[in-house]
């Protein structure tokens, strides 16, 4: 399986989410064809992926109003129908809507959504791995 990963990071959670699971998914013999910002995408990776893994940071009120940052680049993205994707959130205390956000400008850019996790940056390793693992079962069950 081929994935790239676009990231959107402030302080870094949600880059080192996004390097967690690209090391797990090396380890279960995937390729990552790059690991780019969203902001920057590299369109090479995404055109060579069959996956698409997109990750933002959870901006709000903490408690209300949460959204994933990255959803305005998000629709800069290039068109992707034919492609899959998946997406991730870190936050802080909750995420609240912002997994199902970031979930639906996803699906706008033409990818087939398989799904998403929203990682508690208290947990990145943990999640990430919980994610890979998810990623993994997916695909090799879609594949069977
Ligand atoms: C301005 C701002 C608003 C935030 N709002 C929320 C929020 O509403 N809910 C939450 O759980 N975390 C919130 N966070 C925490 C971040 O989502 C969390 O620290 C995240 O892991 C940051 O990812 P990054 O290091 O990739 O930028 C906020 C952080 C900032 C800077």
């Known amino acids: 399986m081929k994935a790239a990963i676009l990231v959107e990071s402030l302080t870094g959670n949600t880059w080192k989410a996004a390097?967690?699971?690209a090391d797990l998914l090396t380890q279960e013999r995937w390729t990552i064809t790059g690991l780019?910002?969203?902001r920057h995408p590299d369109h090479a990776?995404?055109?060579?992926a069959d996956l698409v893994l997109i990750g933002s940071w959870v901006h709000g009120a903490f408690v209300f109003g949460?959204?994933?940052w990255a959803v305005n680049s998000i629709s800069n993205l290039p068109a992707m129908r034919g492609k899959k994707a998946a997406a991730f959130c870190t936050f802080a205390l909750h995420p609240g809507k912002a997994l199902d956000k970031l979930?639906?400008?996803v699906g706008d850019t033409g990818a087939y959504v398989i799904g998403g996790?929203?990682?508690s940056r208290s947990k990145l390793d943990q999640h990430s791995e919980e994610f890979a693992t998810r990623l993994v079962d997916?695909?090799?069950a879609s594949d069977a």
Not at 45 to 48: G, L, P, S
């Open 103 to 105: 979930t639906s400008a």
């Open 117 to 119: 996790l929203a990682i």
């Open 45 to 48: 990776a995404i055109q060579a």
């Open 138 to 140: 997916a695909l090799s």
């Open 19 to 21: 390097e967690k699971t």
């Open 36 to 38: 780019s910002k969203v």
């Open 66 to 68: 949460q959204a994933p």
